[in-house]
């Protein structure tokens, strides 16, 4: 059965990091206009992914 959730929390891993990768702008401290919007889902996703973990 696919896990839907841990998927999109993968692929929004993996969009902040090629994003993260090519921006000039992003740094570990800093990030831009859409380098915080992919971090941000990613982190939305991840904790979302976390806790339903937790609660099983
Ligand atoms: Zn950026």
């Known amino acids: 059965?696919?896990?839907?959730?841990?998927?999109?929390?993968?692929?929004?891993?993996?969009a902040h990091q090629a994003h993260a990768k090519a921006c000039v702008s992003c740094t570990d401290q800093a990030r831009c206009l859409d380098g915080g919007r992919l971090w941000e889902s990613f982190m939305r996703l991840q904790d979302a992914y976390l806790q339903r973990k937790r609660r099983r």
């Open 1 to 14: 059965m696919p896990d839907d959730l841990f998927q999109r929390y993968q692929a929004a891993h993996r």
